[in-house]
């Protein structure tokens, strides 16, 4: 069970980081978010070995680690606001530069930095 | 206690003196003064109750305390600090008036640099009187940063800017090298504390490249070759900087440590050898750059250089005159530099050649200048005498060859001295206004005190003593007075006033071809390796930044992988054996299995996916996998919530989506399907970097769960849900962080949806 949820974790995580480093934007959110999953999933895999049935609970039976449950808890919630926040970014971000892709983005970027050293040299 | 009292009232002397000057500007000195002398007063008090030692606990489980001590070591230093400041302080007040309406700033800048300046002693007087390696490097660093400040206070400046950076990037580097050292010999011996450390090397010397890193450090501070040439550069500094962090006390920290850490260098003759030698070197080069230099101040600061190589030469020799030395130059040296100010100040020239015949405007200044230059050239009557008789003894001892060293320095010190003051008020008669008082005022106090050391040298003895039994650890035997016998330190000083006289009387004829030959040598100093590794450094520096910039994914690539590799690294060293664990796989953890399949096959389509809005399905997809793999896991809470947030998140993306415009998403698109091999190998090796930790972490659970004691005190909150009490009661703490970061992302959500127009 270690094996097949470490290596669920790993394949989330180079998915994630796979289209972190891709070319548009859109794209790169769903990586961290994709990213974020992977971490919550090995939060709550440390409760697999000794956790509880999943709809009937009685008397003395094992329940899932409560801690590592909240900790799930507060990582989805966080991920969730962070992801938002990260679209609502994309979506400013086409606003105000009319493109999704990075490689536009630094050459506007590049542009910027250029003209404003040239206005320093005079 | 009484320890911490005068570090404790120089401390406050900044702040006092900046809250005075808040209510009047011209207050701000005369408050620092005050404070300083009443440091200096604390420190006289504390003189009379002898030696002592404070230590106060600061991290014990580490064996860190903060330690201070009050030898004589500490004490003659921190005299020379205070009292020297606080007379440069008095003659800032003069000074900075003029300078700042020269530079056209405001003249409330003025209560700025005297709380500088008072933060420099502050930081000087903490130096000297801390008794541990950390404590030590803190102090150095202070000055070091405080010293930048000054250097570049005058900051329109771009040549100020300059000589401010070359200091900090020099004196810096080194004293991270001290930083080394100070690190090599804490881990040896196993404390910080320097008492300790010098207890356990006396049985177990210390080695030689940890002396090495500390003597760098030593060396840098004090403006030795072949770091010199940060010193003649800070004369951009307002000449009250110069005179004080150039000639008591900057300069003079590097000398003071080797002082202080003597015993650990008694035994290394080779390491003591190399400071020798390094000493003579810059004895002779600052004094021959003195001879030829025109500006001034650059006379002095060359002077100074070699100066500090003659109190080198005395501590590798192991001298007991070396501290005194220090102490006898400080003030002579002062006095020169504030004398330059104030003729600066006058005629508004910076040059030799460019002044002249001053004596008769100003004779207050010339007279007492003309006695800080006879003490800085050793003439007999005033202090300066003394340590040149120190220097003579110490060199009489090591044979021919070091009193001739010894005598060609001391005569060229007289030959720079007497044209630094011929060239100020000598000459055909020059008629400028008069000086302000205070202006002149410092340089007498300081020509006073030389006289009479020249005069009582009885007064000498005891501090001197002092100071070198806290240097070399054992009683000293100094002896200071005047002999009138054929003795060989009187013969040498004979000489060297004869050579120096002849030098001065002959220059015209060899001024011109040494300042060909200096000009020639310069080219090829370590000033110029030092440009051109700085532009070496700026050149690489712009080659990164350009080759980060031009890819974002090559960002963030530089991240992730080296992370990738480290998490590899660690489990390289760390014993495979019995490291991963399969574990077991029943019956009830097949659906687990099948969920965590389904998740899997969703990310790895999302690789794939043609189309936004496929993508966010395949997205959406995944955390409801997930979701089902909780609920399977018995975690109905964290189930349910992963249920809602993806369902909400599902929902704002695709209202995203419906708000971007469906051609940029196109092209975006097609784009986006040509994957680069280094982006797949950068996500191969952070995901097998992840997958291996996360394995080695799960095979090795603590047996004994926080969890099942938590099912416990749930009872006790009165909560029958334990993730509600963990959440709300336990942990509730996290919870408010956690909303306080929901809270403060949608606020940012809502405030850039809102936001009309394109930027």
Sequence with gaps: MNLIASLAVGLLFACGVRMVLERELVRVACGTVLITNSSVLLILAGSFPERGEALSVEQGWPVTDPVLQSLALTAIVIGFAVSALLLTLVHRTQRAHGSLRTDRLVEAELKRVHAAEKGEGR | MPILLPILLALACAPLAYVAGRWRTGAAAWMGALGSLAALGALAWEWTLGPGRLVLPWAPSWGLSLEFTRDGLSGLYSAMALGVGALVVLYSRAYMPHHLHEEGRPARDEVRFQGLILAFMAAMVLLVTVDDLLLLFVALDLTTIISYLLIGFDREDPESRAAALLSLVLTGATSVVFFAGAMTLGLHYGTFSLPLVIERAAHDPASTGALVCLAVGALGKSAQVPFHFWLPRAMAAPTPVSSYLHSAA??????????????????????????????FVSMGMGSLMALVADPFKRVLA??????????????????????????????????????????????????????????????????????????????????????????FHALAQRGPAFMAAGLVGAGLTLAYTLRLWWGLFGGPRRDVPAAPRLLVAPVAVLAGTILLGGVLPGLLVAPARAAAAAMRGEPSTLELAYHLDARAENLLAVGAWVLGALLFATRRAWTPALSRVLEGTSRFGPERGYRLLLHLLDRLSTWLHEKE???????????????????????????????????????????????????????????????????????????????MVFAFAAAPDVALTSVLVETT??????????????????????????????????????GASAFLLSWSALSHLQADRVGARTVELAKAAHSPNVVAAVLTDFRGLDTVGEMTVVVAALLGVTSLLRLKGRR
């Design chain 2, 250 to 279: 900057m300069v003079a920290a590097g000398v003071f440590l080797l002082q202080r850490l003597y015993p650990l260098f008694a035994p290394a003759t080779g390491v003591r050898d190399g400071l020798l030698a390094i000493g």
């Design chain 2, 302 to 391: 060359y002077s100074t250089i070699a100066q500090y190589g003659y109190a080198l030469v005395l501590v590798a020799l192991g001298s007991e005159g070396a501290p005194l030395y220090v102490a006898i130059h400080a003030p002579c040296k002062a006095a020169l530099f504030l004398t330059a100010g104030a003729v600066t100040q006058v005629t508004g020239k910076k040059k030799l050649s460019e002044v002249g015949g001053l004596r008769h405007s100003l004779p207050v200044l010339a007279g007492a200048s003309a006695v800080a230059a006879a003490g800085l050239s050793a003439l007999p009557l005033t202090a300066g005498f003394f340590k040149d008789e120190v220097f």
């Design chain 2, 549 to 627: 910039v031009r890819d974002l994914r090559d960002r963030v690539a530089s991240v992730m992988v080296p992370t990738g590799l480290l998490g590899l690294a660690v489990l390289g060293v760390t014993p495979l054996r019995d490291r991963f664990k399969v574990g077991t796989v029943g019956w009830a953890d097949v659906t687990l299995v099948m969920a965590l399949a389904f998740a899997s096959a969703a990310a790895l389509a999302t690789l794939r996916a043609k189309g936004h809005l496929r993508l966010v399905l395949l997205i959406s997809c995944v955390g409801f996998s997930l979701a």
């Design chain 2, 649 to 686: 998140f599902t929902l704002l993306f695709a209202g995203l989506l419906a708000l971007l415009p469906p051609d940029r998403l196109q092209h975006a698109q097609e784009e986006a399907q040509k994957p680069r091999g280094r982006d797949r190998l950068a996500a191969g090796v952070a």
